[in-house]
Structures are given as C-alpha cells and as structure tokens.
C-alpha cells in the first residue's frame, strides 16, 4: 500500500478537490514542509530556560510541535523539514523518538535541520534566513510547492484545503490567517488587509489601528504564521532578500510587504475554511507565547466540551508514546481521599489520598496525601510532597515540591521565590526550589 493509499485509507484525508484547481491528493504529494521550530518563546519566561518552544509540553501527553506535524500527517503531507537552532536538544530527542514511523522507501520522511552555517558564518537570523540557509536542500527535492509552518503554534488544520486554494487561485504565495477582534489583532498579531476578494493589499505588525475584514468592522485577520509558497517563486524571493542589506530577513517583516507593494498575487486562507471538527464557536488556534495563556489552552482541555478535541479519532495527535501504567487514586478515608474532579490525568500518575480539580496532569506527576490541586497544570515528573497546596500554578517538570508549600494562595509570597504572571498564574521551574536537574527538559 502506497503513503497516499494508506492516508485515504486510515481517513486523514478529509479534504475535497478545488473546482479550477488540481486533485488536493495531487498538491499534497507535490509539497515539502518546512517546520520553523528554532525560536525560544521569551514570553514563556522560565519554561523556556532549557528548552525551545516548539518542544514546551501541552495537554497532557503532547509537545507543542506535534500539533502541527500532526497536521502534515494527517493532510498527506510525507515530507517534512524541522529548523531546529535555540536548546534544540529536548526537541530533536522527542522527534527521534515519537516521529520516525513515516517510511524512507515511499519518500517520506522528517529531517531536522539545525543551523549549521551552510550558507553564512551566521545563525538563523530571520525565519526567511532559516530557509534560506537550507535552499540547496530543498532544491534536491524538488518540491513544487511549499509549505513554510510555524512549528509552537496548537490547532487542527487540513493543510490541504490550503494548497487547493493557493494553486486554484493561482497565487504567488498564501498567507493563512485567523479571524480576530480587532482588539487582540492590535496586540498580539500581525494583520492583513484584504480586498473583497481576500487578496491581500496591505499588512500591518500589531497595529495601534488594525484594517478590518471588509463589512466586518469589528474583526481582522491575524496571520498565523502559514505560507504557502510556488517552490521557484519562493527560491528567487529568498535569494534576493538574503542580498538586501536593510532586510531583517524574515517573512512577516520583509517579504510580505515587498511583495503586497510589488503587485505579486498574496492571498489570504482563513483558517475556518480548512480547521478540522470544530463543533461550535470560533475555529481554535492558540498561540501559547506567554505562561498565562498556556496555563488557560491547558486547563480548557478539562472542560466537559472542550474547544480542541483531543479524542478526535479521524484527525490524531500523534506524539512519542511511553509506556507507562494507568493513573492510580488510592485512598478513600475522611480528610485523605485520592480524587480527580473535571480534571485530566495522563498515564503514570498517583494521586494518594489527595484531591484535584480543574488541574491537568502530565505524566508520571506524584501528588503525595493531604494535598489539595485546583486550577493548576503539572508537567511530567513532578512530585508533590504531603500537605501542599496549589492553585492557579504551572508546575515545571521534574519539580519536587517539598511538603507543605502553598503556592497561588499569597501572590505577594510567591513574587518572592517564582514567577506571578499579570494574571496571578504562579510558575514554578526547579531552578527556582534550588532543585539541580540533570535531565533534559
């Protein structure tokens, strides 16, 4: 059975061909993506201490960076190219580990590719440098398109759907974006301008007055980070830019502008027209750059419906699977009764005579007895001595909180040993209990 054969049969394929365009299955085997996972996350403060973003655990089991190689899988996307630069390690061991099923033999594959100053004596300046540096590898290829993602981003989406329109449209490049208030736009997203037939005139990065879609005042488009890209049109594009001396090499910054002023046809995909099964309300897309907004993507997955479902059989969250028991509660005393409410609780874990709820569990998380958890995401490895308290806390891997704590209970307290956020989400790491970790993160 072929790749192709095999991704229509297990039903990841969801999508239908374009009318004035080629077969989708056909766009999908013509494609190579090329997954931008080299940055830090500075907003993610001390998460991102030993770790790049892209390798951040999220919802339970998950790295951030599975979310959208999952995605490639399950459009029928086979060639895959990771940039890796910033404490990569952690990353390319969890993608040694939990992505070297794809076969060799049908050309499929994914390649980490970290900075090696094959072009320069410089390091990834820009995301368009860090596809730049790398052009001889993907000419051997010889894709016809490609697909240019941004690996720290957590959202179901048919990249398919995508490629149908950018070839039906005939585009130079495609930029995929999210429908946002205008508000949030303004603060957190660089925004397009788009005519009425979403071609893109114009963008803006986190304007004080962001351009609306047309006749819809209160609502922008956000790019996501997505581009669509003819092979030879972005080859030309990125050797001419590694010349200007003024360009900060990067898409948002320096490509997309010259190109929209230039006339090349831009267009613009939302991503309500191509995110998987959401039910109700808006398409889900989660950008998780600061530790506010991952504690709250986190703690969502614990609602009774929650906004991205994970128990999505047609679309799966492929990840490195370790083989671990089922979680355990053990205790049914007064006062020491081991208990998960509206909770999730991943594979490993031992809740002993304590009680937890709205929290998120990671793997192999130990919550000794007398302990009362609420509101709080724990990563793997984590053990919770006797008598602590935690509420609205993200607790780092490989913690061991001493018995007793209380953390999210005094902000004031906890400004003195960890992070408080705006919001009073309280972050700790190991560096911060003075804990020596040797592992990596």
Known sequence: MSSEQ????????????????????????????YVLAGGRGTRLGRLTDWRAKPAVPFGGKFRI?????????????????????????????HIQRGWSFLDGRFNEYIELLPAQQRVTADWYKGTADAVFQNLDLLRRQAPRYVLVLAGDHVYKMDYGKMLAEHAARQADMTVGCVEVPVDEAARQLGVMAVDDDF?????????????????????????????????????????????????????????????????????AHRLADSCVHVEEGPPYWRDVGTVDAYWQANLELTRVSPPLDLYDESWPIWTYQEQLPPAKFIFDDDGRRGAAIDSMVSGGCIVSGSTVKRSLLFSSVRINSYCTVEDTVILPQVDVGRHCVLNRVVVD??????????????????RKRFHVTEKGVTLITPDMLGQVVHHLR
């Open 6 to 33: 095999e991704c229509i049969h297990l039903g990841y394929c969801p999508y239908k061909d374009t009318p004035g365009g080629p077969p989708a299955g056909q766009l999908v085997r013509q494609t190579m993506a």
């Open 65 to 93: 960076i599975d979310f959208t190689l999952s995605n490639c899988v399950n459009s029928g996307i086979r060639r895959v190219a990771i940039a890796t630069q910033y404490k990569a390690q952690s990353l390319i061991r």
């Open 199 to 267: 071609r893109v005139v114009g963008f803006q990065e986190k304007p004080a007055a962001p351009a609306s879609i047309p006749g819809r005042p209160d609502t922008a488009l956000g790019s996501m980070g997505i581009y669509v890209f003819n092979a030879e049109f972005l080859y030309e594009q990125l050797i001419r830019d590694a010349d200007e001396r003024k360009s900060s090499h990067d898409f948002g910054h320096d490509l997309i502008p010259y190109l929209i002023d230039r006339g090349y046809r831009v267009n």
């Open 397 to 414: 891997k490989y913690c061991k909180i001493p018995p007793g704590l209380r953390a999210g209970v005094d902000p004031e307290e906890d």
